[in-house]
């Protein structure tokens, strides 16, 4: 017999909110002092932005899992005719065609185009019934994922495409791969980024991932950012320098220093301290979308909360480790906190989705 209990419908989890604030509200703390430096009405702008990205992560916390099931299929085919028509009439940055300008504003779709893949990729594993993925499901969930994927390489986009591998991971995983399959994926994998390596990355990338392996190769060159990066985070010490004092970011010394490094201009001007806090809400943030999958009873919302929170955990780690000199330079942004529109909506449409997952967990049980 079904019940409906409505009493569960309008309450959601105060905790995934608060640190929501708690990283918007640093991240416009960070803004506001390298507005000094890089110019541009940076504040005003992600201010601008966060304010639609909680309004739309409050409207989509509203809405029915089952919704997001019906329309996933559309909302997927959208996305994929959003990032073919960016090839041919987007904007070009930095040797990119991957934004659309709308007035004073500009929209990156790759960053929507991913949400709509993992709600697609979450409706595709969340149907299945058999305990293991057959080789002809395996295909099917890599087509899913390759497609966009493809799309975004055109750009090309080599960070915003790398973000997509952890909703395919995640789907494989919950899918039900078996153990011997990950062995021919990983290699599979491999293969691909050898291939990458010779006929797709740059020589400018090659030799950021170089100078991972080896920080002085080229100290002046692929590896000034990292370097200079390092020398930020390192110079916080345990108070940090202030906020707007930092030596690194004040004298420019420090690149991309409200986008790609924005972790390392916090850990200057904040220190050990400031750092803490700003890691410490990205663990409640991803400990409480771990509950809410947790304690979801059905597959469909397990599985969304499961690729949202594998998404998010990829990008802070590669993002983070980025700015210590632990990963290569890829342009993979911090969610919540590094500058930009399109990926702090996204992300709050996404947390939203989480959201709706835990506030209609018990409903119609």
């Known amino acids: 017999m079904r019940r409906y209990n409505l009493s569960m419908e309008h309450r959601i989890d105060p905790w995934i909110l608060v640190a929501i604030l708690s990283i918007i509200g640093m991240s416009l703390l960070t803004l506001h002092a390298a507005e000094e430096v890089v110019g541009g009405q940076l504040l005003l702008r992600q201010t601008v932005w966060g304010a639609l990205g909680?309004?739309?992560f409050w409207i989509l916390s509203r809405v029915h899992i089952t919704v997001y099931e019906r329309w996933a299929p559309v909302l997927y085919v959208a996305g994929l005719a959003i990032l073919l028509s960016v090839l041919f009439f987007g904007e070009v940055r930095s040797g990119t065609r991957g934004w659309f300008a709308i007035g004073p504003l500009t929209i990156q779709p790759s960053e929507f185009a991913r949400l709509t893949t993992l709600l697609v990729a979450a409706v595709w594993v969340a149907r299945r019934e058999n305990l293991y993925l057959t080789a002809r499901e395996v295909v099917a969930i890599l087509a899913l994922v390759a497609a966009p994927v493809a799309l975004?390489?055109?750009?090309?986009?080599?960070?915003?495409?790398?973000?997509?591998?952890?909703?395919?991971a995640g789907a494989l995983w919950l899918g039900g791969l078996r153990a011997k399959a990950w062995l021919a994926v990983a290699m599979l994998g491999i293969a691909l980024v050898v291939g990458a390596w010779h006929t797709v990355l740059q020589p400018y990338q090659k030799d950021r991932v170089l100078t991972i392996l080896d920080p002085e190769r080229d100290?002046?060159?692929?590896g000034y950012q990292v370097r200079q990066s390092k020398i930020a985070v390192g110079s916080g010490g345990a108070w940090g320098q202030g906020l707007g004092q930092g030596s690194q970011s004040v004298l420019r010394f420090l690149p991309a220093q409200h986008t790609d490094f924005i972790f390392a201009a916090w850990a200057e001007s904040t220190g050990f301290l400031g750092t803490a806090a700003l890691l410490t809400a990205y663990a409640l943030l991803l400990g409480r979308i771990?509950?809410?999958?947790?304690?979801?009873?059905?597959?469909?919302?397990l599985v969304l909360a499961v690729l949202v929170g594998l998404w998010l955990a990829f990008q802070v780690i590669v993002s983070v480790g980025m700015a210590v000199g632990w990963m290569p330079t890829t342009g993979i942004t911090l969610p919540l906190f590094s500058y930009g529109g399109s990926s702090l909506l996204t992300t709050c449409l996404a947390l939203g989705?989480?959201?709706?997952?835990?506030?209609?967990?018990?409903?119609?049980?």
């Open 54 to 56: 909680l309004t739309g």
């Open 152 to 168: 975004v390489l055109f750009q090309p986009d080599l960070g915003v495409a790398l973000t997509y591998l952890p909703v395919l």
């Open 219 to 222: 100290p002046y060159g692929a």
């Open 290 to 301: 771990g509950l809410v999958a947790a304690k979801t009873p059905g597959r469909h919302g």
């Open 353 to 365: 989705v989480v959201q709706s997952v835990w506030r209609h967990r018990l409903v119609n049980l």
